[in-house]
């Protein structure tokens, strides 16, 4: 079973979605709300403890009628069985994409090559587990008999990302141990988590599912090294373990086998951090959170699976974005987190989302010919108000926003909480109503501003409205709800690559790069620069002889 490849331009609804868009596009969201006093329940879903209102989006009922229909065109029902059932959906590496079977709450088999995966999913949990049990309680020792307090994961992008977003998010259920993150291949990066680590109570967990990727190995080799400086050879099996499916190049690194925790080809990098991938959140908040982040997630795969289209989160979200991007010709979607916890969600998602749909070739290889993955960005509300939210209310794009609340602080409840979620509800009610000319004139007169003050400052103070956002409420950031809401925008991107005709599992852009720093790192070996062009030349040059 396996993706099919229709250009989606060609589809009978989207054809009716452009005139959709041409009827639709003067109206205003007010007008959407005066028209149809059921608008929000219409426009609305209550899953667990998510609630979704997407009726502040410039759409309406025929709107998410013809979306619904171009997902069904697009073979979405199919291409989900494929994806879920282990088909080669990552058909350019010749793999199945199943970060949702290390998630599964359903023991039904899960084949690839003919072998059900799952009693090999629950293995690598169970040795994930027992590892991180003896850490957190202090049997597994350090190689002078001291217990475990800091932990270093040494990975980058899908090996770090998701790790140290999720870590981070779930601070408030963190044991005692110091959790780094080091990912650069700056040699700054390092030098400062040695800064803060003890050779004696400290386990470097390799996180690289290749294990040759440059920037994790030079600073495992750095921290090695280090390590070596104040420890014998010896105690190298107390404080190095490594994540990875390569085993011969882990043990040729120097770690045993019984330090290794395995993973596998059919999970992307950047959909891993279910996997052995996240032991690093697993040892910072114990197993037990760790399940249930996974049950979480699980649970958000059953309703995406199971959930009719047009009740469906992941599938009308991502309908959305289609919408803006392709036919509104919307570039960017901001995501802003209400939440401390959450300020690295967006730059994770910026790896989901544009690593898997930035692509300009389809299915069948041939150049597209409208518009895919769209530009992700954000910050965390309220800091985000205070930096970006100008150019969201008075600038000269259209940006669809995200806004994720939560109703429950962590803490015991106090006036935080209201200040937090009243400019939650108060930016995306702003960005939809304005503020017009009318309102902004009585405002300046009751300030008593003159006539002549008034004219001069009215242009500026108007606000025209009519921006579109997406609110999800979810009752508190516990593990689960967390799992389910990265599992969310998972399946989002899914959705839109098939949608778009495009491979979302691959990543082949992040590809040359890699390959001429390789040459360039020769070069400046061999002072060979005669090959480059002249731009790239003198910047070597001047970064060789800064005083040149
Ligand atoms: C993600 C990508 C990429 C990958 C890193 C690290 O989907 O594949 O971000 O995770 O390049 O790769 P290794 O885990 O192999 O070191």
Avoid at 248 to 258: A, D, L, Q, Y
Wanted: hydrophobic share 35%.
């Amino acid at each position: 079973m396996n993706l099919n490849k229709n250009k989606p331009s060609n589809l009978d609804s989207w054809k009716k979605l452009n005139s959709n868009f041409k009827t639709l596009s003067s109206k205003t969201l007010t007008e959407h709300f005066a028209e149809n006093p059921d608008r929000v329940d219409k426009l609305s879903i209550n899953w667990e403890s998510f609630y979704v209102d997407y009726s502040k989006n410039r759409l309406d009922k025929s709107t998410i009628d013809l979306l619904v229909s171009l997902a069904e065109e697009a073979g979405l029902k199919e291409g989900i069985e494929a994806y879920f059932s282990g088909g080669e959906i990552n058909e350019t590496e010749g793999r199945a994409v199943l970060h949702t079977a290390l998630r599964t709450q359903d023991s039904s088999p899960v084949l690839v090559e003919g072998e059900n995966i799952l009693p090999g999913i629950d293995q690598a949990k169970k040795e994930m587990y027992d590892f991180a049990d003896k850490v957190i309680s202090g049997a597994w020792k350090g190689h002078t008999g001291k217990s475990i307090q800091n932990v270093v994961n040494i990975g980058i992008g899908g090996s770090d990302l998701g790790p140290a977003m999720v870590t981070e998010a779930l601070e408030f259920y963190q044991n005692h141990l110091n959790v780094y993150f080091v990912s650069n291949v700056e040699g700054d990066h390092v030098n400062e988590i040695i800064n803060k680590i003890d050779p004696e109570t400290t386990l470097f967990v390799i996180v690289s599912k290749t294990f040759t990727t440059q920037e994790t190995l030079s600073n495992a080799q750095t921290l090695r090294k280090w390590f070596l400086n104040h420890a014998p050879q010896a105690a190298v099996e107390k404080h190095f373990v490594a994540v990875s499916t390569n085993q011969k190049k882990v043990t040729e690194f120097g770690i045993s086998p019984e330090n290794i925790f395995s993973m596998n080809d059919w999970v992307g990098g950047r959909f891993s951090l279910w996997s052995t991938v996240g032991i690093s959140i697993c040892l910072a908040v114990g197993p037990t959170h760790f399940e249930n982040l996974l049950k979480g997630a699980g649970a958000m795969d059953q309703h995406f699976r199971k959930a009719s289209f047009d009740q469906n989160i992941p599938v009308l979200l991502a309908m959305i974005t289609v919408w803006y991007n392709n036919f509104w010709n919307a570039e960017s979607e901001v995501i802003v987190p209400y939440s401390q916890y959450l300020r690295n969600l967006p730059a994770y998602l910026q790896q989901g989302i544009m690593e898997s749909n930035g692509k300009g070739v389809d299915r069948n290889g041939d150049p597209v010919d409208y518009q895919t993955g769209t530009i992700i960005w954000g910050a965390s509300g309220t800091n985000a108000q205070h930096a970006f939210f100008q150019l969201m209310h008075q600038g000269t794009k259209l940006i669809p926003a995200d806004f994720i609340g939560f109703a429950k602080p962590l803490y015991p409840k106090n006036d935080h909480q209201d200040k937090l979620m009243s400019n939650f509800f108060a930016q995306t009610q702003a960005l939809m109503l304005g503020k017009n000319e009318a309102t902004v004139r009585t405002e300046l007169e009751s300030q008593g501003k003159s006539n002549t003050e008034i004219e001069a400052l009215l242009p500026f103070k108007i606000f025209e409205g009519n921006r579109p956002s997406t609110t999800l409420l979810i009752e508190e950031l516990t593990p689960y709800n967390l799992g389910a809401l990265i599992a969310m925008y998972e399946h989002k991107i899914f959705v839109q690559g098939v949608i778009w005709n495009i491979f979302s599992y691959d990543q082949w852009g992040v590809e040359l790069g890699k390959q001429l720093a390789n040459n360039i790192l020769n070069d400046f070996e061999s002072g060979k620069l005669d090959h480059h062009d002249a731009s790239t030349k003198k910047l070597i040059e001047r970064y060789q002889n800064p005083k040149k």
